[in-house]
T-cell receptor
Framework: AQTVTQSQPEMSVQEAETVTLSCTYD???????LFWYKQPPSRQMILVIR??????QNATENRFSVNFQKAAKSFSLKISDSQLGDTAMYFC?????????????FGAGTRLAVHP | GAVVSQHPSRVICKSGTSVKIECRSL??????MFWYRQFPKQSLMLMAT?????????EQGVEKDKFLINHASLTLSTLTVTSAHPEDSSFYIC?????????????FGAGTRLSVL
């Protein structure tokens, strides 16, 4: 069975600073995807970034980037130039790739507060 | 990007009544949809996988007679909370994956806050 662990229940950062959220996972699968989702106070789940396990290059999306360490089963999210609008719950998630539709396995989440 | 519409966003009902929540994929077909429940300050807990044309698959511990799921078409899944009680009060979220738009990305509805009095 797959598991996703986020060891930081809460984090805070000053506006314009950089913050890194941690995520580790456990799986015996070789092909899978990893995601970071953001859930702001509105509670709408928003995809932040996606990483395919077979790609060695770390994914980046504007101010968001990941450090994907497949051997260590680590998938951290770095937010650069933090903005007040980044305040949200962040969930790390895993899905195995089998050619069909598979359920997401979520971590417990990290609550990020960006302070002015 | 893909849009998943969930309705209603908020519902308040009396204990013993049934409540139906709809989840629609607006610009893509979804033969599979997922239903989650989220308690305050917690992660999303998968309740069931909704399959078009076949029975839903429920996660362990989820009462299928309490949470009825119907996947009526390629764009619509409904979750009915039957004989709702205060302990069913929660935030319910649906999602739909689209392999055509982007591999294995799930698109989420805005959620439904259910309050049972």
């Amino acid at each position: 069975a797959q598991t996703v662990t986020q060891s930081q229940p809460e984090m805070s950062v000053q506006e314009a600073e950089t913050v890194t959220l941690s995520c580790t996972y456990d799986t015996s699968e070789s092909n899978y995807y990893l995601f970071w989702y953001k859930q702001p106070p509105s509670r709408q789940m928003i995809l932040v970034i996606r990483q395919e396990a077979y790609k060695q290059q770390n994914a980046t999306e504007n101010r968001f980037s990941v450090n994907f360490q497949k051997a260590a089963k680590s998938f951290s999210l770095k937010i650069s130039d933090s903005q007040l609008g980044d305040t949200a719950m962040y969930f790390c998630a895993f899905v195995r790739y089998s050619g069909g539709y598979n359920k997401l396995i979520f971590g417990a989440g990290t609550r990020l507060a960006v302070h002015p | 990007g893909a849009v998943v519409s969930q309705h209603p966003s908020r519902v308040i009902c009396k204990s013993g009544t049934s409540v139906k929540i709809e989840c629609r994929s607006l610009d893509f077909q979804a033969t599979t949809m997922f239903w989650y429940r989220q308690f305050p300050k917690q992660s999303l807990m998968l309740m069931a996988t909704s399959n078009e044309g076949s029975k839903a698959t429920y996660e362990q511990g989820v009462e299928k007679d309490k949470f009825l799921i119907n996947h009526a078409s390629l764009t619509l899944s409904t979750l009915t909370v039957t004989s709702a009680h205060p302990e069913d009060s929660s935030f319910y979220i649906c999602s739909a994956p689209s392999l055509l738009l982007a591999k294995n990305i799930q698109y989420f509805g805005a959620g439904t806050r259910l309050s049972v009095l």
